[in-house]
């Protein structure tokens, strides 16, 4: 199929799974198009079982690979999302959070990153830099996945802020960290060689600093620009050209994308919006930019839905796949418990801080082209499936159960 046949099919299986979702399952969107893709899903395998001859499941695994599922989110529609998330995003409510939020996205996910890892180094038959590199992909929360989903949490603002605010910048302090540990557990599989420690240095303040400087510099930018311009259409121009040219240049520039579309994406919605954009100006920028972002998490779930066809479970990782799923979150837990401890003495968190963030912290389609993108060997097959199911659990379970674990610590704690 050409790359418009299959935007096309995309588009229509994710409005036809959404509406299936509204008229029967009534699950919040993103949720509810995940679960009818699995079903669907399913039925394809049970439908191969009983005529074979059909070859159903080849040729959904040969359409599944045409996605190119890591390469259309990491160098595509993540840029799109991320600048979408952080446009809506308050900046003052984000100041406010701002040392939770730069510890959880940091120091928490490294910790993760060292639980999920060694845990599953001691405990299955994963190499140590492997288990790591599966700890790094697992660690970061989905900007995708959480503010889609906390928009029908009804949770209050400073608990909002802070998991959406961590959850935009650590999958890019977790991408820096899976490219180091894959270029050390894989040495060889490409051209890079594995860095020292000024290595890494250099690289996580190329990737991390570089990205936040190159989004503020378009940002200001672009700002520059539509302030001197009173004309809606073109304002939406160009803040589309914005997320989508930046996020290829930061690409091109070797710098963090996705720090550089959150930073992009704060600014106009900070500064932009307010001292840069008219009544209407604003009123269409910010429904455009909500439009794409609910159409982008429809298509983004119908593809993780469909990557069950790219996994190959072995019945004999079961035991496995429970262990990642049960240090998953247990590093997320460490990783939320230990920044807020640290912090304690300058700045008290509400005592449903750590259960919520530590629950409230979904994967998403992140981890899974991380998994994706992995150099072949032994191990891939049994990292993808344990990433599978991971987000699966993380998006279905934990997706539909944080806004009534939210209410029960609420009439528990006040």
Do not use: C
Not at 85 to 95: E, P, R, T
Not at 261 to 288: P, Q
């Amino acid at each position: 199929m050409t790359l418009l046949q299959l935007a096309s099919l995309l588009i229509v299986l994710s409005g036809a799974f959404g509406a299936l979702n509204y008229f029967f399952l009534k699950l919040p969107q993103s949720i509810g198009i995940l679960v009818v893709t699995l079903a669907a899903s399913i039925a394809v395998f049970v439908l191969d079982l009983a005529f074979p001859g059909l070859g159903l499941v080849d040729a959904a695994k040969e359409a599944v690979e045409e996605l190119e599922f890591s390469d259309a989110l990491l160098e595509g529609m993540l840029g799109f999302l991320l600048f979408a998330g952080a446009l809506h995003v308050s900046l003052d409510d984000l100041k406010q959070e701002a040392a939770i939020v730069l510890l959880m996205a940091t120091l928490g996910v490294a910790l993760s990153t060292a639980v999920v890892g060694f845990g599953m180094s001691f405990l299955t038959p994963l190499p140590l830099l492997v288990a790591l590199v599966f700890g790094a992909l697992i660690s970061p929360t989905d900007p995708v996945a959480v503010l889609g989903i906390l928009r029908s949490a009804n949770i209050r603002k400073s608990l909002e802020t802070k998991i959406a605010g961590e959850s935009l910048f650590n999958d890019g302090v977790g991408y820096v960290a899976w490219l180091i540990l894959v270029a050390f557990a894989f040495p060889g599989a490409d051209s890079h060689a594995a860095p020292g420690l000024l290595g890494i240095g250099e690289l996580f303040l190329r990737e991390a600093v570089g990205g936040a400087v190159l989004g503020a510099v378009l940002g200001w930018g672009t700002f520059q620009v539509m302030k001197r311009i009173d004309d809606y259409s073109l304002e939406v121009l160009l803040t589309l050209g914005l997320a989508f040219g930046g996020y290829e240049l930061a690409i091109a520039l070797e710098v963090s994308g996705p720090i550089q579309a959150v930073v992009s994406g704060l600014f106009i919605g900070h500064v932009g919006m307010r001292d840069g954009m008219s009544e209407i100006t604003r009123e269409y920028v910010d429904g455009f930019w909500s439009l794409v972002d609910e159409i982008l998490n429809a298509v983004l779930f119908l593809m993780i839905g469909f990557e069950v066809f790219a996994v190959d479970f072995d019945p004999h990782w079961i035991w496995i796949v429970a262990l990642g799923l049960g240090l998953a979150l247990l590093g997320r837990f460490i990783a939320v418990l230990v920044p807020v401890v640290l912090l304690r003495p300058f700045a008290r968190q509400e005592r449903d801080v750590v259960p919520m963030m530590t629950w409230g912290g979904i994967k998403g389609g992140i981890s899974i082209a991380l998994a994706l993108a992995l150099p072949e060997s032994e191990w891939k097959d049994m990292i993808l499936a344990v990433t599978f199911t991971v987000v699966v659990f993380s998006v279905l379970v934990q997706g539909l159960t944080v806004a009534r674990f939210a209410r029960r610590l609420k009439q528990r704690w006040g």
